[in-house]
């Protein structure tokens, strides 16, 4: 199974109380000819929930993606068929990030593109539940990020030509037990916590997700528990923020990821997503020690988008330069190798020659090895808005001057010539090699005939480029199991324990002395 799905690569990623009663839904009868209505029940199957082709695609973070999985592992369950074919498809579920401008025109072409084929169509995600109004929801129906367990319902009344809106807030989440199917089979997304305490001046996303709403640790560790049962080899922590985590059930990040680095065993690897500055300082030692265990990933992506600190006070971005570098100079003190990404947005509103100045200077200081770079882009309806813009030709020079310097040093070659160990998940873009990843996130490609996806292994690294490092295979890991496309919470997975061989081989010694000791007698 297939969904088609675009990364932007900028941003990452209740209780146990019983559920409140279903939100109702708002049903909008579609209103079609009788000759429509004739040739869409006429056609075989029609009256059948769960026959028809879904095609799904997905725009933005992890969050996102792990909506999108969760989305499609409902649908799967209840008899659906998911294709990435956009002409085979009988309807058109499109979840989309309002992160960007760029990313947010891509899914209005694709929501025009699918209402012209008069098959129904509908949309998800970030955009239209912070834009409500918007006039290109006409005709579609619409599914809020709170209710992703209710998609079959509004595919359903979608297919019987009615449109639903279902946008309300709730202050129960959907659970992490849904059926779920992977975009990766050997790659789990969880989500931590959805929404963010912040209040930035250019994002879009908070009107969206909301306010903080975190997952309580138990049920992320029972998660983590189902899908290690499963078979993944990665498991990605996601959220708008990871940091603000537990802010709003009296806990925090600090107590949640060694809890789950417990659950985490030798041959899995864990990945903690986006963390904004102001929730790490608290918790700097402690987030040190799990990134500096063996199946933790030490690899951390903190955006500072800007050096300078009346641009960041204008972003309210609530901590400043100074205690960004004060996260990156520990963590590479606490944790050996540890690889650090960074954000950063040229021409924000305001912003002088200076100021990007000062930028340059951070990221020359620093060298992060993965570097975000973005041009402002004003997002309807947030105060960077109505800012004094700095011109289009100015951001676009700033951004280029920060990519020149940023392809200017390289990295990773000091991995040349070394041994690592290599946790290999994903096929590369160039559709041959496979890639893994050191324990430090550095990307690593390697030859197809020598390695599977699922395993992890001992490489030789004898390249090294702005973007990866290439190796080849030294010592490979037993083949990993194969774990089921579709994860529900109703599946259990077991495997029998090898056979001890020991006892075998102790009976045989014993045999061999008592014969020795017959014979020995008898002379």
């Not at 109004?133 to 129906?141: I, P, T």
């Not at 560790?221 to 708008?240: F, H, P």
């Not at 200081?365 to 309806?381: A, D, E, K, T, V």
């Amino acid at each position: 199974l297939y969904f088609w799905s675009e990364m932007l690569g900028d941003i990452e990623e209740f209780a146990s109380i019983p559920a409140p009663p279903p939100m109702p839904m708002e049903v909008i009868p579609k209103s079609q000819s009788k000759r429509q209505a004739r040739k869409r029940k006429g056609a075989v199957g029609y009256d059948i929930p769960g026959t028809q082709t879904v095609y799904v695609k997905t725009y933005g973070c992890s969050h996102n993606f792990s909506d999108s999985e969760y989305m499609v592992g409902q649908l799967v369950e209840f008899g659906y068929g998911v294709t990435e074919d956009f002409d085979a498809a009988d309807v058109f579920v499109l979840n989309s990030c309002t992160v960007k401008n760029p990313s947010e025109a891509h899914f209005i072409t694709l929501v025009d593109a699918a209402k012209a084929t008069n098959k129904p169509v509908v949309v998800a995600g970030c955009v239209p539940q912070g834009d409500q109004r918007n006039a290109a929801w006409e005709g579609v129906s619409v599914i809020g990020v709170q209710h992703i367990d209710k998609v079959v319902d509004v595919v359903e009344e979608a297919l019987r030509g009615n449109q639903v809106q279902l946008l309300g807030r709730t202050k129960v989440q959907p659970g992490l037990d849904l059926p779920k199917v992977r975009r990766n089979r050997w790659i789990e997304i969880i989500p931590i916590n959805t929404g963010c305490l912040n209040k930035c001046t250019y994002c879009k996303t908070k009107h969206a997700r909301g306010h903080l709403q975190s997952w309580p640790v138990h049920e992320i560790c029972d998660r983590v528990r189902q899908v290690v049962a499963e078979g993944v080899k990665e498991i990605r922590l996601t959220s708008e923020d990871t940091g603000a985590y537990g802010r709003d059930l009296d806990t925090h990040i600090g107590a949640l990821l060694p809890a789950v680095a417990a659950l985490i065993p030798d041959g899995v690897m864990l990945k903690v997503g986006m963390t904004n500055p102001p929730y790490m300082l608290q918790h700097l030692q402690s987030i040190a020690e799990v990134l500096n265990h063996p199946n933790v990933y030490a690899f951390l992506h903190i955006p500072v988008q800007s050096a300078s600190n009346r641009i960041l006070k204008l972003m309210k971005r609530e901590y400043t330069c100074e205690e960004f570098e004060e996260v990156v100079t520990t963590l590479r003190r606490l944790v050996p190798n540890v690889h650090i990404s960074t954000d950063i947005i040229c021409g924000f509103p305001t912003e002088t020659e200076e100021e990007f100045e000062e930028t340059l200077q951070l990221c020359r200081r620093h060298q992060f090895p993965f570097l975000n770079i973005s041009q402002f882009y004003p997002r309807p309806g947030t105060p960077a808005a109505h800012m004094k813009q700095v011109p289009s030709d100015v951001k676009k020079a700033r951004s280029r001057r920060l990519t020149e310097l940023f392809e200017s040093y390289e990295c990773f070659q000091p991995l040349v010539g070394t041994q690592q160990r290599v946790w290999v998940t994903e096929v590369a873009t160039d559709g041959h090699h496979l890639v893994g990843h050191t324990k430090n996130y550095t990307q690593v490609l390697v030859p197809p005939e020598d390695a599977s996806i699922g395993t992890d292994i001992v490489v030789d690294i004898y390249e090294a480029n702005k973007w990866s490092v290439r190796a080849n295979v030294r010592q490979s890991q037993p083949p990993a199991r194969q774990p089921p496309m579709l994860s529900t919470h109703t599946h259990t997975h077991t495997r029998t324990a090898p056979r001890a061989k020991w006892p075998v081989a102790v009976c045989v010694v014993g045999v061999a002395i008592l014969a020795g000791l017959f014979f020995r007698r008898r002379q």
